[in-house]
């Protein structure tokens, strides 16, 4: 691993989805093998499918919902590829990043 300023890179990947994908989503989290996840609901934004506001309009599953996980990067590949698949048909966005963690074995 990468150290910079004692700290260890890792590889981050956000993302947002309907609310009814959002356990798809953490599943695919699990399969790779993710400690831990945040999951935020009712978020908004503007976006190809025009302006989301962060309410809820009848159930959770009709809001969006962002999604973080931190991960080695050598397990980033396998769910960048499912999130893809998940993607490929469902609206949503994923958005990949180096991090840098202080508590490595948090991610491990």
Do not use: C, K
Request: hydrophobic share 40%; charged share 20%; aromatic share 8%.
């Amino acid at each position: 691993m990468d150290e910079t300023f004692g700290l260890t890179q890792m590889t981050r990947v956000e993302v947002v989805v309907n609310g009814e994908d959002m356990s798809v989503v953490t599943e695919l989290f699990s399969e790779v093998g993710a400690r831990g996840f945040t999951a935020v609901s009712n978020v908004s934004g503007l976006g190809h499918s025009g302006h989301h506001q962060g309410r809820l309009l009848f159930n959770e599953r009709s809001a969006l919902t962002f999604l973080t996980v931190v991960l080695p990067p050598e397990r980033a590949g396998a769910l960048i590829d499912g999130l893809r698949g998940l993607l490929a048909n469902r609206s949503g966005v994923m958005l990949v990043s180096d991090t840098w963690v202080s508590r490595p074995e948090y991610f491990r």
